[in-house]
């Protein structure tokens, strides 16, 4: 396993040690001895999600304002565009974003630490996405950054995309009016 501190320095790329030959590929998604030895994080997860979208969703950019979630995260089928945005008060970084593409083809995986928003946008005709998380989901914290916020001026590869939001992601709140 591999761990490549992105722009934003606690945000990992995560890609593992695939072995494949003419019948296929194996891997662990993961392991928590060698995840530890790559990142130096000792996280413990306690739950498990697992989403399918079409083309174009778009969803995000979620957060807690309590019990803050770690996020480890993999597409399984098709194709995503990643983001995170540090919206850590005091971070060195607060306010930027950095965006990986994900897909069942290249295996790369995110770490994202507690604190961050998170979305994503599918790519292809649809997307399996899995992540891991270190907090449960309470609802009553959840918020939402809104995904064009132009402060943050995240460059979603759209093309000829008109995302598909929800209603609540579509009443996220600019950066700047959290």
């Known amino acids: 396993m591999k761990a490549t501190p992105t722009a934003i320095a606690d945000v990992l790329k995560i890609e593992p040690r695939v072995f494949g030959d003419e ?28 989403s399918k979208s079409a083309r174009g969703v778009l969803r995000g950019l979620h957060f807690q304002v309590q019990n803050p979630q770690g996020k480890l995260v993999r597409v399984v089928a098709g194709e995503v565009f ?28 995110l770490w994202i630490p507690p604190g961050l928003a998170h979305g994503f946008l599918v790519l292809s005709e649809s997307a399996e996405f899995l992540y891991k998380t270190t907090d449960y989901y309470a609802p009553e914290f959840e918020r939402c950054l809104a995904w064009d916020d132009p402060g943050l001026g995240i460059a979603w590869p759209l093309g000829d995309l008109l995302p598909i939001v929800s209603a609540k992601d579509g009443l996220g709140k600019t950066l700047a009016d959290l």
């Open 23 to 50: 019948r296929g590929f194996f891997y662990e998604s993961f392991n928590a001895r060698n995840f530890a030895a790559a990142t130096g994080l000792d996280v413990n997860f306690v739950q498990d999600n697992h």
């Open 82 to 109: 990643d983001v995170a945005v540090d919206i850590r008060p005091h971070s060195p970084t607060y306010g930027q974003w950095v965006g990986e593409i994900l897909s069942a083809s290249n295996r790369h995986q």
